[in-house]
């Protein structure tokens, strides 16, 4: 059973900075792509960054230049530092992941989403 674990939410001040880890567990053949998307209060979720298994990334245009998403392969890991940081960066911050998984019928792949972890921003 293929899991996403987040950490490292939590509230700043603006101007401020977060790093968000995920973690992937699970009986995993190989990861396609991580990635972080947001969902503020009454607004859809939305794309943050993704990096993929090449190391290929995509950043949403609000956050481009502040925020850096970086993997480490060996440990299955998605790191997102979050720089500068502004009030309308408040939401939801979800991990996903597009995973290739073993199991006893044979290798699928899938998307995956993590718990979520706040992120607010506020003096």
């Known amino acids: 059973q293929v899991q996403l674990v987040e950490s490292g939410g939590g509230l700043v001040q603006p101007g401020g900075s977060l790093r968000l880890s995920c973690a992937a567990s699970?009986?995993?053949?190989?990861?396609?792509?991580m990635g972080w998307y947001r969902q503020a209060p009454m607004k859809q979720r939305e794309l943050v960054a993704v990096?993929?298994?090449?190391?290929?990334?995509n950043y949403a245009d609000s956050v481009r230049g502040r925020f850096t998403i970086s993997g480490d392969n060996a440990k299955n890991t998605v790191y997102l530092q979050m720089n500068s940081l502004k009030p309308e960066d408040t939401a939801v911050y979800y991990c996903h992941a597009v995973i290739t998984e073993a199991t006893i019928t044979g290798a699928y792949r899938d998307d995956y989403w993590g718990q979520g972890t706040q992120v607010t921003v506020s003096s």
């Open positions: 990096i993929t298994d090449g190391g290929s990334t």
């Open positions: 699970g009986n995993i053949l190989s990861i396609y792509d």
